[in-house]
């Protein structure tokens, strides 16, 4: 998918949800956290929502007939097909994840989104189902080797993403973060030239490249590799062990390797477990 095409989807979507999300944040904020999921819950009700990003091709996207489709979408789809159970995929951004997490709007998360410590005070992870490299990107002709060198420099960001907390944390005195709504829109705003370097993942900057090689991108410097978890709310032991005993089977019977192929055209990457 085009970078265009991207940022079509995505502000469509953002449209869509920008109103929702507001909204569902301010719930999160008035009633604390929600109640555990239970995995007897979704058995009998015989269906699970599914929070997942649809802004991040190839892991979430909307295809032609405006359906999720991607990495996460594939792997929800297999987390039904283990438990029996229709699956509901519903889009969601980067901000409002967790508020639709704890205000039940979603049964789980499968929306790439990265192991913190602290997003662990909020909600729960499941050991890591993909990974991707946070990564500093900015055209050749820009000399940066080392975070110092930002300085004087705008960077943009997708709001709340991984990107945003590595630069917030390590960028000198006189760099500008600019965040954004999304990915995409933040990705517009470097090839415009509103900003001089990019905090994105690995697959955007990758796709960036090929898209627009006149610009010659590149990656300047690597801020950290993501390791992205299944995401539950906090007390919900049982469906998270399920989880866990879910992916520990798909990665070794070979299922998981196979959607990573489909997607990536890589095998899929050694990750930690805890």
Do not use: C
């Not at 991984?162 to 517009?188: C, E, H, N, Y």
């Not at 415009?192 to 690995?202: E, R, T």
């Amino acid at each position: 998918m085009s970078l265009k095409s991207l940022a079509t989807l995505t502000r469509r979507t953002f449209a869509a949800l920008s109103v929702a999300a507001l909204a569902a944040g301010a719930l999160a904020v008035g009633h604390g956290t929600a109640a555990a999921q239970s995995l007897d819950d979704i058995l009998s009700k015989k269906k699970l929502s599914v929070g997942m990003l649809v802004d991040l091709p190839p892991f979430g996207l909307l295809n032609t007939e405006g359906k999720p489709e991607g990495y996460d979408a594939d792997v929800a789809k297999l987390m039904g097909k283990y438990l029996g159970v229709e699956v509901d995929i519903v889009p969601v951004t980067g901000p409002n994840r967790i508020p639709y997490l704890l205000t039940n709007k979603v049964d789980v998360l499968v929306a790439t989104f990265g192991i913190t410590p602290e997003r662990a005070k909020q909600v729960q992870f499941s050991i890591p189902y993909s990974a991707i490299e946070i990564q500093l990107i900015g055209p050749k002709k820009l000399d940066i080797s080392a975070i110092e060198q930002t300085a004087g420099k705008k960077i943009g960001v997708a709001r709340a993403s991984t990107q945003d907390t590595a630069l917030t944390a390590s960028v000198p005195k006189g760099a500008t973060i600019m965040r954004f709504d999304d990915d995409a829109t933040a990705a517009q705003a470097f090839i415009s030239g509103q900003v001089d370097l990019l905090g994105a993942n690995n697959v955007i900057g990758a796709q960036l490249a090929a898209t627009y090689p006149d610009m010659g991108i590149e990656r300047k410097l690597v801020l950290r590799s993501q390791y992205n978890g299944i995401t539950v709310r906090r007390g919900s032991t049982e469906f998270l062990q399920w989880i866990n005993t879910f992916l520990y089977f798909v990665k070794n019977n070979g299922e998981l390797d196979a959607i990573n192929q489909k997607w990536f055209k890589t095998p899929l990457p050694n990750m930690p477990t805890f």
